[in-house]
Nanobody, 114 residues
Framework: QVQLVESGGGLVQPGGSLRLSCATS????????MHWYRQAPGKERELVAS????????NYADSVKGRFTISRDDAKNTLYLQMNSLKPEDTALYYC???????WGQGTQVTVSS
């Protein structure tokens, strides 16, 4: 079955960095566009970044553009999100998802606070 396991979250000070990982299994990772989403308390889930199955088409939400970098390692069936210059408003539960599949992982919590 499809599994998505996010990791790498934590507590970081403003201006700090984190690298999130999403280990996947149960589907052919190389065939799918992949997404990172986040959901802050009391807010709707937001699409943060997308990467095409080829890896050459990448999009970011305006709120993270220039600070976050999405990437993928097809040999490891793993998706990444490098997050730099973190702000308190980046605090959220971060999820990865394969486009056109309905499965979600448990998410990884990112908290940006001094």
């Amino acid at each position: 079955q499809v599994q998505l396991v996010e990791s790498g979250g934590g507590l970081v000070q403003p201006g700090g960095s984190l690298r999130l990982s999403c280990a996947t299994s149960g589907f052919t990772f190389t065939f799918y566009e992949m997404h990172w989403y986040r959901q802050a308390p009391g807010k709707e889930r937001e699409l943060v970044a997308s990467i095409s199955y080829t890896g050459n088409i990448i999009n970011y939400a305006d709120s993270v553009k220039g600070r976050f970098t999405i990437s993928r390692d097809d040999a490891k069936n793993t998706l990444y999100l490098q997050m730099n210059s973190l702000k308190p408003e980046d605090t959220a539960l971060y999820y990865c998802k394969a486009a056109s599949l309905d499965n979600w992982g448990q998410g990884t919590q990112v908290t940006v606070s001094s």
